[in-house]
């Protein structure tokens, strides 16, 4: 799976995490990867703003990843939660912001459960989408918070 597909993947689940209410079921969650592909179109560099026209469909190799990535967040969010908790010193998630909570979400996600994603890459894409998704503020923020979680909980798992 190259950069791009991966790349690709995360944009598609942030929107998705994006939208996604914190007490969805899975059954829930399926349903919105099914009306995503079906109906939503982004702009490339707007996160949530629908185009009106239809684009190329998205390739099988970045839904997958980019559904994989989404059902594992949803499976685990109370731990992955717990741990953003445990390292936003000062910060109650109901405080942060929706993109900053959800990229931490997705990051934290594959720092725990994805062993194939390097943890400098997988916080590098994080503070990259922050940058074109969050404010000025956001990428020194989930950095400083991502990088916590990857020395305590990287270690443990290697």
Same mark, same amino acid.
């Given at each position: 799976?190259?950069?791009?597909?991966?790349?690709?993947?995360?944009?598609?689940?942030?929107?998705?995490?994006?939208? @996604?209410? *914190?007490?969805?079921?899975? /059954? #829930?969650?399926?349903?919105?990867?099914? $009306? +995503?592909? =079906? &109906?939503?179109?982004?702009?490339?560099?707007?996160?949530?703003?629908?185009?009106?026209?239809?684009?190329?469909?998205?390739?099988?190799?970045?839904?997958?990843?980019?559904?994989?990535?989404? @059902?594992? *967040?949803?499976?685990?969010? /109370? #731990?992955?939660?717990?741990?953003?908790? $445990? +390292?936003? =010193? &000062?910060?109650?998630?109901?405080?942060?912001?929706?993109?900053?909570?959800?990229?931490?979400?997705?990051?934290?996600?594959?720092?725990?459960?994805?062993?194939?994603?390097?943890?400098?890459?997988?916080?590098?894409?994080?503070?990259?989408?922050?940058?074109?998704?969050?404010?000025? $503020?956001?990428?020194?923020?989930?950095?400083?918070?991502?990088?916590?979680?990857?020395?305590?909980?990287?270690?443990?798992?290697?």
């Amino acid at each position: 799976m190259g950069k791009g597909v991966r790349r690709s993947g995360r944009e598609y689940a942030l929107k998705m995490i994006y939208s @996604l209410q *914190v007490q969805d079921s899975e /059954e #829930k969650v399926r349903n919105l990867l099914g $009306e +995503f592909w =079906t &109906n939503f179109r982004f702009n490339d560099d707007v996160l949530g703003e629908a185009k009106d026209e239809v684009q190329e469909p998205v390739p099988a190799e970045v839904r997958r990843f980019a559904e994989d990535l989404v @059902l594992g *967040v949803s499976a685990n969010l /109370e #731990k992955i939660d717990t741990i953003i908790e $445990e +390292f936003s =010193t &000062n910060w109650a998630l109901e405080r942060m912001a929706r993109v900053d909570l959800s990229l931490l979400r997705l990051t934290t996600y594959e720092l725990l459960y994805r062993p194939d994603v390097p943890s400098n890459a997988a916080i590098n894409e994080a503070i990259e989408l922050g940058k074109q998704y969050g404010t000025k $503020e956001t990428p020194a923020f989930i950095n400083g918070i991502l990088d916590k979680i990857s020395r305590v909980h990287r270690q443990k798992t290697q």
